[in-house]
């Protein structure tokens, strides 16, 4: 967490000097070169932007593609982490990209599609972005009748492209699981699970397998996350019946490494599987939940029960890059999700929210430096829906559940959490949520689209059939 700084030009001074820091980390392979833009930065300076935002718009084709995806963030959550650590006048990571618009995020009824689910989950808005077809909740790249779906990953795959999917959830939870897996219940994680809720898809029945199984088979070449615990579920049928399914993953080639240190020695030339946790990797921040009748005010501190072997999910981008980055290829494709944004809203924490938006912007920024030096890449960051966390007055008589932080700059922030009872799981809304690019193809993103579209500008941007 960072010292208190006032003013908007400290402000701006600290967000330079993270950007200088982010750009000599190894994934920037080259510094940002001196751009021609500087008549265009002038004058965006003066508040004219026009210049600077039509050099942003870029056609063409990308040779990389870096989606950056926070689970649950919503421009409420954005704001408050931007409030409580920058500021109210700084600027997050993800508030530089160039060009903006809003995306719908509905579902639609399984079954039915021809009528909407106005609230989506996590696996039908994943299934959206990532096969280009509406479904219904609980859903993993099948469509309203579970038939699978192609998705961009097995496509960037099938292109001969490099494929990447970074969580800090389980790899087997949704998002990451919607670009290697096709299920009917986002709960079959493993074959235990598989063969309760999942018999169409259970290797005994003569299906794909759970979603760990698949994964494997899909097999990208960097997958990391947490979810060791259904890597240690045995195979009901075939080849591997009766063992786990971490030797699957051992026999398609993956190098397995568990700690940062061993995530920080991985090299290029095989695939890597790196496993962090039993379930989803512990929180960054930790501090006082939401309560009926609000909190005293206080400060966010960190998780004192964060393994100090975990990596942040700014090291896992980083690594990410530098195994996919491989000049003699046709390129790669890279989802990163920051996953417990949306579980802290559920549990109505503002710390561990807030902290997870933090440790996501690390790696939006790390993301950007390396596509600053790498011009042919879009970079695209986004949600999969919105959340309950609102920022109201300080003095609010909420009928919900607040808590009151104070931020770098010393002021009160008050966050209401309202769409459950008391000790009960939040609710996601159906809002339509902010997609922010930059690179080529990235001027799709503007205005208000279909969360469905982002498939076909991905797709398009990268060339992929």
């Not at 931007?82 to 700084?90: K, P, Q, S």
């Not at 299906?207 to 698949?214: D, F, H, L, N, W």
Request: charged share 20%.
């Amino acid at each position: 967490m960072r010292t208190v700084l006032t003013g908007r030009r400290k402000w701006v001074t600290a967000g330079v000097l993270g950007a200088a820091l982010v750009a000599a980390a190894p994934v920037a392979f080259a510094a940002s070169p001196e751009s021609d833009d500087s008549a265009a930065r002038a004058a965006a300076a003066s508040g004219d932007r026009t210049q600077e935002v039509r050099q942003a718009i870029q056609g063409g084709a990308a040779r990389n593609v870096i989606l950056f995806i926070g689970d649950g963030m919503g421009q409420s959550e954005i704001t408050s982490a931007r409030n409580y650590e920058r500021g109210a006048a700084g600027r997050l990571a993800m508030d530089e990209l160039p060009l903006t618009g809003d995306y719908t995020t509905y579902a639609v009824e399984k079954g039915n599609p021809a009528k909407p689910d106005y609230v989506t989950d996590s696996a039908a808005s994943g299934t959206g972005w990532a096969t280009g077809t509406k479904t219904y909740n609980g859903a993993i790249s099948v469509d309203a009748y579970g038939n699978p779906v192609p998705t961009l990953l097995e496509l960037a795959k099938r292109g001969g492209l490099r494929t990447g999917d970074v969580t800090t959830s389980e790899v087997q939870d949704a998002t990451p699981a919607v670009l290697g897996a096709h299920v009917v219940d986002r709960d079959c994680k493993g074959p235990d699970e598989t063969t309760k809720k999942c018999a169409q898809n259970a290797k005994e029945n003569g299906g794909a397998g759970s979603i760990s199984e698949q994964l494997v088979q899909t097999r990208p070449d960097v997958l990391l996350g947490g979810g060791a615990k259904y890597f240690d579920q045995k195979a009901t049928a075939g080849q591997f019946k009766g063992k786990p399914v971490l030797d699957q993953a051992k026999a398609a080639g993956y190098d397995v490494v568990t700690t940062s240190d061993d995530l920080a020695k991985a090299r290029p030339g095989k695939p890597l599987l790196g496993l962090f946790a039993p379930g989803n990797l512990p929180v960054n921040w930790v501090g006082p939940k939401a309560v009926q009748g609000g909190t005293a005010p206080s400060r966010c501190t960190p998780n004192p029960a964060l393994p100090k072997t975990q990596p942040k999910l700014a090291e896992q981008t980083r690594k990410a890059l530098q195994l996919l980055d491989d000049r003699r290829g046709k390129g790669f494709f890279l989802q990163v999700e920051g996953a417990s944004i949306d579980k802290q809203d559920h549990a109505a924490d503002p710390c561990g929210q807030i902290g997870e938006t933090i440790d996501f912007d690390a790696a939006v920024a790390a993301g950007l430096a390396y596509a600053r030096s790498h011009a042919d890449t879009l970079v695209v960051v986004t949600a999969d829906h919105g959340h309950t966390s609102q920022i109201v007055s300080n003095d609010a008589k909420s009928p919900g559940q607040t808590a009151t932080l104070v931020t770098n700059e010393g002021a009160n922030m008050t966050l209401n959490y309202g769409t459950a009872l008391p000790g009960s799981s939040m609710e996601h809304t159906g809002t339509q949520v902010r997609i922010a690019a930059y690179g080529p193809q990235a001027a799709n993103v503007v205005g208000l689209t279909n969360q469905t579209d982002l498939f076909g500008t991905v797709k398009r941007a990268l060339r992929l059939r």
